[in-house]
């Protein structure tokens, strides 16, 4: 038995570990590391408000210019039709009458498609 304890103490360094020392070097470390990745996060969601930020303003440029296209057509059609027909109110019931169509075109076009439910399942 006391090769055994002469053996383990010829093993363990002379020297005990800084355990204080370690510690704070391990925290250090994951400090670092979070740091790390904080600027990280940062930077890539920088990144993705700025390109978020560019798309809705050149949506809202491009919606802007429909409505202001919309109108000038509408206000065109609405004289024309003024034109044709001498009266203003019916100029105003076509054109809106005109612009209902599409619009419910539209809504309708852009609606979502409804499944069939009796064929949604796997093909037999």
């Given at each position: 038995?006391?090769?055994?304890?002469?053996?383990?103490?010829?093993?363990?360094?002379?020297?005990?570990?800084?355990?204080?020392?370690?510690?704070?070097?391990?925290?250090?470390?994951?400090?670092?590391?979070?740091?790390?990745?904080?600027?990280?996060?940062?930077?890539?969601?920088?990144?993705?408000?700025?390109?978020?930020?560019?798309?809705?303003?050149?949506?809202?440029?491009?919606?802007?210019?429909?409505?202001?296209?919309?109108?000038?057509?509408?206000?065109?059609a609405i004289v024309l039709l003024h034109r044709w027909l001498e009266e203003w109110w019916i100029a105003f019931v076509l054109a809106r009458g005109a612009l209902l169509?599409?619009?419910?075109?539209?809504?309708?076009?852009?609606?979502?498609?409804?499944?069939?439910?009796?064929?949604?399942?796997?093909?037999?």
């Open positions: 038995m006391d090769s055994h304890r002469d053996e383990l103490a010829r093993r363990e360094p002379t020297n005990p570990p800084n355990w204080p020392t370690l510690f704070g070097r391990a925290v250090d470390d994951v400090s670092r590391i979070l740091q790390a990745k904080i600027h990280l996060f940062e930077a890539h969601l920088s990144a993705l408000v700025e390109t978020a930020i560019k798309n809705a303003l050149a949506r809202l440029i491009v919606l802007f210019m429909f409505v202001v296209g919309g109108t000038c057509f509408v206000g065109a169509v599409v619009g419910i075109g539209f809504w309708l076009g852009l609606a979502p498609r409804a499944k069939d439910t009796l064929h949604s399942g796997s093909e037999l």
